[in-house]
T-cell receptor, first 116, second 111 residues
């Protein structure tokens, strides 16, 4: 149980285009979903926290107009990287939690974004 | 503020040897503590977690960790390393609704 999927697993796009990444909780309802960014050989950096039906809470330094997050249902959250640039190239990982205390997060397999 | 320190960015052991990955945390109140493993180009998989109760926590794949409040530590151990244990390991602390990750320790296992 507690499986989280991400789609796509890998995406290459041209600079200036927008890319949407989906995060789905397959066998549970996620009250909260999290989006992380991971640079090569570094730890995960929390970008934002989203609760179903409400606006995402962004971490300091993360541009909310650049990284659009939608959490339309209890099993789906999307991250859209708008007008992507090469510096946005990274590994994006989502996680989901079902308990209000958010005691445990279950992570997706990640999406590798390369912006040319 | 909470923080997590993982001592040693790289640890190398021989197959069959003891694995010890160190994690120290800083928190004003007892936190929830986690160890996650990440294989190349994959997301994170939960190994084990401590919330309350027994301070020695057993996880998957033969790993365990002990919460030591006096030392503010949550070191991860495994008695005998397997080749398949080679991966990146992250310690994390959670107090409210966020996970704060350490910088990770890459475990190499030599035959």
């Amino acid at each position: 149980g507690a499986v989280v999927s991400q789609h796509p697993s890998r995406v290459i796009c041209k600079s200036g285009t927008s890319v949407k990444i989906e995060c789905r909780s397959l066998d549970f309802q996620a009250t909260t979903m999290f989006w992380y960014r991971q640079f090569p050989k570094q730890s995960l950096m929390l970008m934002a926290t989203s609760n179903e039906g409400s606006k995402a809470t962004y971490e300091q330094g993360v541009e909310k107009d650049k990284f659009l997050i939608n959490h339309a249902s209890l099993t789906l959250s999307t991250l859209t990287v708008t007008s992507a640039h090469p510096e946005d190239s990274s590994f994006y990982i989502c996680s989901a939690s079902w308990d209000r205390a958010q005691e445990t997060q279950y992570f997706g397999p990640g999406t590798r974004l390369l912006v040319l | 503020a909470q923080s997590v320190t993982q001592l040693g960015s790289h640890v190398s052991v021989s197959e069959g040897a003891l694995v010890l990955l160190r994690c120290n945390y800083s928190s004003s109140v007892p936190p929830y503590l986690f160890w996650y493993v990440q294989y190349p180009n994959q997301g994170l998989q939960l190994l084990l977690k401590y919330t309350t109760g027994a301070t020695l926590v057993k996880g998957i794949n033969g790993f365990e960790a002990e919460f030591k409040k006096s030392e503010t530590s949550f070191h991860l151990t495994k008695p005998s390393a397997h080749m398949s244990d080679a991966a990146e390991y992250f310690c994390a602390v959670s107090l409210t609704d966020k996970l704060i990750f350490g910088t990770g320790t890459r475990l190499q296992v030599f035959p």
